[in-house]
């Protein structure tokens, strides 16, 4: 009878599936640092990713590069998921938030009203998986400051009685 030697070259752990999330790229800028011999060119992204099942993350980072700055703002991204409440694809009750210059509202909506959000605010939602969901910001332009908002928002969403 022979028995699997773990110490054997030839033995493989099965590989560890790495947890896929889909991701959209919010905003690409390209900023420049003055300094004493020109300017410094560099790029910033700010992306949000989720897996639409209730976990999203979002993150900005700086690169020389487009791709770059990316890869840099996925890896904060995956660092800053949190699983959000959800209930029967809608968010369980109405928040009202402010955060820095934006006021987010974000109200649950019935069955078949689908996301009715604005560009940046309407990815976050997406991508944490409600299908029902009002969202009204008020202030900022900002879509920084309003992925921001919206995050924070979702953050701070309670538990349902009775779950």
Same mark, same amino acid.
């Given at each position: 009878m ?8 030839s ?17 690409i800028? $390209?900023?420049?640092? *003055?300094?004493?011999?020109? &300017? ?6 700010? =992306? +949000?990713? /989720? ?9 900005i ?8 700055a990316?890869?840099?703002?996925v ?22 938030? $402010?955060?820095?210059? *934006?006021?987010?509202?974000? &109200?649950?909506a019935?069955?078949?009203?689908? =996301? +009715?959000? /604005? ?45």
């Open positions: 022979m028995s699997k030697n773990t110490n054997d070259k033995f493989k752990r099965p590989a560890k599936k790495d947890q896929e999330f889909e991701q959209r790229v919010i905003e800028a $390209r900023v420049t640092r *003055v300094m004493a011999g020109g &300017k410094r060119m560099r790029f910033r992204a700010c =992306v +949000v990713i /989720g897996d639409m099942k209730g976990r999203v993350g979002f993150g980072a700086k690169g020389a590069d487009v791709t770059i990316i890869n840099k703002a890896d904060r991204a995956k660092k800053t998921m949190v699983r959000v409440n959800m209930v029967n694809g809608t968010i369980p009750h109405e928040v009202r938030l $402010r955060h820095k210059a *934006v006021n987010v509202l974000l &109200k649950p019935p069955q078949g009203t689908g =996301v +009715v959000a /604005g560009g940046p605010t309407r990815a976050v939602v997406e991508l944490a998986g409600y299908k029902n969901v009002v969202i009204k910001m008020i202030g900022s332009r900002s879509k920084i400051n309003n992925v921001q908002t919206t995050f924070k928002a979702l953050q701070s969403l309670k538990q349902p009685k009775g779950k």
